[in-house]
């Protein structure tokens, strides 16, 4: 389990993380998503010990990473640039990680570099950016950590290969009951992959729970009224986006689904639909629920 306790941080008097809360439970892998700027990177780079909070806490079962090298040597941080030694081969990389990691599994790694297609005596520098991830991902499963930080993970890669770490991540993770929290600007990555979610906007976590109450969290609907209706009908309701033709209404809306139905329902429409939205249109609506307003923008 990783537990971050109110972190927040600043660098220059301009606040990053701004009293960050959230828990990645055993065996779950949690998708960390917000757009560029948000204090993603630093949150993991926190995590790993890199960089040191301002305030708050980071555990690992309830331990602190901070001289502790029973918790070092089962943390993994795959950032999103890597550390690589002058001329390295993926081969001399897994020496050389294997050396802090008791728990390595050369045929593990082995067998990683195969499925990947990959030459573990070519130097890393001669590979491209997405070659070099798969190269990495190998070692970072191959030393088989209890708390996995991934940073941008899928960037770079082709989809044939997306599709295989994905795979592996889930194979990893069911075999082992490790905590993994990836980070990734792109939703559709981590779609159908994480079981929780947290999203940070301004700084803050905006949401953080399992794909269930993400995805309960807002839903759009159709309705069909016998009757002229406009958007003032729908005042109580906490409404996101609302688009009319004539008296055909969608709507998303945030909120408990069964009292948002209910209330649509005491509006007597002639038809209501619902309809689940994408992990990116809840982000979407989230964010711009709570974004910029731009009105007059341009005028």
């Known amino acids: 389990m990783i537990e971050i306790q109110g972190v927040c941080k600043a660098f220059g008097g301009q606040k990053v993380l701004d009293d960050v809360s959230f ?13 560029n700027g948000e204090g993603k990177t630093t949150l993991l780079r926190l995590a790993s010990d890199i960089l040191r909070a301002d305030s708050g806490a980071i555990q690992f079962d309830g331990q602190s990473h901070r001289n502790n090298p029973a918790v070092r040597q089962s943390l993994f941080f795959l950032p999103d640039e890597y550390y690589r030694l002058p001329q390295a081969s993926p081969r001399t990389m897994a020496r050389f990680y294997a050396g802090f990691y008791p728990a390595w599994r050369q045929e593990t790694f082995d067998r990683l ?9 070519k130097r890393l520098m001669g590979y ?31 989809p044939a290969k997306r599709n295989l770490v994905r795979r592996l991540l889930m194979e990893y993770i ?4 490790a905590s993994v929290l990836i980070s990734s600007h792109n939703l559709l990555e981590l779609e159908n992959l994480c079981d929780q979610f947290v999203l940070l906007h301004r700084h803050q976590v905006a ?38 033709a004539g008296n055909v209404v969608t709507v998303t809306i945030g909120g408990d689904p069964d009292e948002t139905q209910a209330a649509l ?10 309809f689940p939205l994408s ?17 007059g923008l341009f005028g």
Not at 113 to 121: G, S, T, V
Not at 128 to 140: D, H, L, T
Not at 281 to 288: A, Y
């Open 113 to 121: 570099i195969a499925l990947f297609e990959l030459n573990p005596r």
């Open 265 to 274: 329902r005491a509006m007597e429409p002639t038809l209501l639909e619902s």
């Open 23 to 35: 828990t990645v439970g055993e065996g779950s892998l949690c998708g960390l998503v917000g757009p």
């Open 128 to 158: 491209s950016k997405g070659m070099q991830r798969q190269a990495y991902i190998a070692i970072a499963l191959a030393c088989r950590p209890r708390y996995l930080l991934m940073d941008e993970t899928f960037d770079g890669l082709d």
């Open 207 to 244: 949401f953080a729970g399992d794909e269930g109450e993400l995805h309960h969290t807002m839903t759009r609907y159709r309705l069909v009224f016998g009757r002229p209706v406009s958007r003032e009908d729908f005042a109580g309701l906490d409404c996101r986006q609302f688009t009319q």
């Open 174 to 177: 069911a075999e082992t009951g």
């Open 279 to 295: 992990l990116e249109e809840i982000f979407l609506n989230e964010t711009e629920a709570k974004g910029d307003d731009l009105t």
